[in-house]
């Protein structure tokens, strides 16, 4: 039998369609880029000094760079959740933190992700790298049961396993940090099979290349369309470099990560010219939440806005975004507003596929890439790590202007010297809301004086009311997180073995 059923389930509008046109020739393919704990500042483009970020640097050069991006929470598992579904993590359920390796949750099959989109329209799907949407029991949740026909990947953080091979292997090779103990080493998963425990990050890289570009080739030689998505570790603490990129940037350890990340970005862009889709292909990057400032100088940065992971501040969600597309992006700068909510009803609309029968908090923002018209997004909801229903937003953005009702530090952005941004900056609630002019002031230092500002009062009132209308839309999921965890359900390549988790090795 040949496994190939991805055909199978076409839709009649999509067999007249291509019966009429050329399918592959119609439908573009998609590569969506996502770094991790990168920052609004961490980029060349974006204005670093001492990042070396060539690959990135030329896409935003020939493609369109956004000022006004937005993920959907300051942590990872959240965010990742908003950007393939479309939806707001609390209505997934994807709160409160993050996903362990033993989460009993993760991202409920019954939502539908960007792959479960473009696949009954005749896309072949992978991805690779870091997953963090859960695995559960039997590989319950992983991208290949979530639309993806392959994934190859480490399905969460790298720090969540005694990573000794990035600290100390090999001795050459400047790596930085410790990991969690008392669980398994970092497994390496190819579908829903562990193919390294534990993953032999140095040369990681590698094999994503050599998965990306055997994908790619495959999918351009059947002329089929295709969606990849590259979720990244790079430039998750604890930062690492394969030999090529160790030591090579000028800016240590998280510039070395982040240049290794650029050089497969880099790969990518020629493996797209070498197949002849280069045109037909739209390329969007984008980060998780803003950069983990508890690193200090190894963390990564968030360039003039507020502090960064873990908060509501810009700096924990206002992220770097670039969208590609030879031929057809006109290449420039936005500063029109969007989110990685916006990515999937684009994609859907692009590829011609019909939007999943859910309540959707992203817009199509064709008309953005194509310098067609202004965004249909006009306002941004930021919610907290453990959002909940009784304090609901901590801040809302509508048009220029953002109020703040809570604000709150975050282990994750400690030590800045912004009292602001640590974990001792407790709970604020603001009655009236902290309200800032993100064009004139997007560092958010100086609140505007409602009393002596009638025209804020009124931007106040509209602002109230967007809040009361989209909290009245929003039916918190069943959290995921607080299921828990359950050590039987960290992967182990040798699951009869004993004692665990020390003998998961293979
Ligand atoms: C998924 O199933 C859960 C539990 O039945 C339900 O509460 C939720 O609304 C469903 N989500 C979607 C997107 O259908
Ligand atoms: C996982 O799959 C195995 C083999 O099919 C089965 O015996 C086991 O009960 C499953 N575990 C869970 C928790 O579903
Ligand atoms: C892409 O389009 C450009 C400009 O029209 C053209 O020069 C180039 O050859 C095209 N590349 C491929 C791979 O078709």
Redesign the pocket.
């Known amino acids: 039998m040949i496994k190939r059923n991805t055909m199978d389930n076409i839709r009649p509008a999509y067999v007249i369609i291509c019966l009429l046109y050329s399918c592959s020739a119609l439908q573009p393919n998609f590569v969506l880029l996502f770094a991790d704990d990168l920052g609004f500042g961490d980029l060349g483009c974006y204005g670093h000094p001492s990042s070396l970020t060539p690959n990135l640097d030329r896409l935003a050069a020939g493609g369109l760079r956004f000022t006004d991006f937005y993920c959907t929470s300051p942590v990872c598992s959240p965010s990742r959740a908003s950007l393939l579904t479309g939806?707001y993590q609390t209505?997934?359920g994807i709160y409160p933190g993050v996903l362990y390796p033993g989460s009993r949750g993760g991202l409920?099959l019954?939502?539908?992700t960007i792959a479960e989109v473009l696949k009954p329209v005749g896309y072949a799907t992978a991805a690779m790298g870091k997953w963090h949407l859960g695995l559960g029991a039997n590989g319950t949740f992983l991208p290949t049961r979530q639309g993806f026909d392959q994934y190859l990947g480490i399905p969460y953080s790298h720090d969540m396993g005694p990573c000794h091979n990035l600290t100390c292997f090999p001795p050459d090779v400047k790596c930085f940090g410790t990991c969690d103990v008392g669980t398994v080493t970092v497994p390496l998963m190819h579908n829903e099979n562990i193919k390294q425990q534990p993953a032999d990050f140095l040369n990681l890289e590698g094999a994503y290349r050599d998965f990306a570009t055997n994908f790619i080739n495959t999918a351009a030689k059947n002329k089929q369309p295709f969606f990849l998505y590259y979720p990244s570790h790079h430039t998750h603490y604890p930062q690492y470099a394969g030999k090529e990129a160790a030591g090579r940037s000028l800016r240590g350890p998280f510039g070395d990560a982040l240049l290794e990340l650029d050089s497969t970005i880099g790969n990518l862009m020629i493996t797209l010219e070498k197949t002849g889709v280069i045109n037909n292909t739209l390329v969007l990057f984008t980060s998780d939440n803003g950069p983990e400032l508890m690193r200090m100088s190894r963390g990564g940065n968030s360039g003039p806005l507020k502090c960064g992971k873990g908060t509501t501040y810009e700096g924990g969600m206002r992220e770097p975004a670039i969208a590609h597309w030879a031929g057809t992006i006109r290449p420039g700068v936005t500063h029109e507003m969007a989110s990685t909510l916006d990515i999937l009803p684009t994609i859907a609309a692009l590829a011609g596929a019909p939007l999943?029968p859910?309540m959707l908090d992203g817009f199509d923002m064709t008309d953005v890439l194509l310098s067609r018209g202004n965004s249909k997004r006009e306002a941004m909801m930021f919610y907290p790590i453990d959002p909940n229903e009784a304090h609901g937003l901590f801040a809302l953005r509508l048009g220029k202007y953002k109020a703040h009702f809570y604000t709150r530090g975050a282990s994750h952005s400690g030590t800045t010297p912004d009292q602001d941004c640590p974990v001792y900056a407790v709970l604020k609630a603001h009655d009236p809301p902290l309200i800032f002019d993100l064009e004139a002031d997007p560092s958010e230092h100086y609140p505007l004086p409602l009393e002596e500002r009638p025209d804020i009062q009124t931007v106040l009132e509209r602002i109230m009311k967007v809040k009361a209308q989209f909290e009245a839309s929003m039916?918190f999921?069943?959290s995921q997180l607080e299921k828990g965890t359950d050590p039987n359900l960290a992967p182990c390549c040798n699951p009869e073995c004993t004692p665990k988790p020390g003998c998961c090795h293979c």
Do not use: A, C, I, L
Request: aromatic residues 0%.
């Open positions: 939806r209505r997934s409920p019954n939502e539908t999943p859910v039916v999921g069943q």
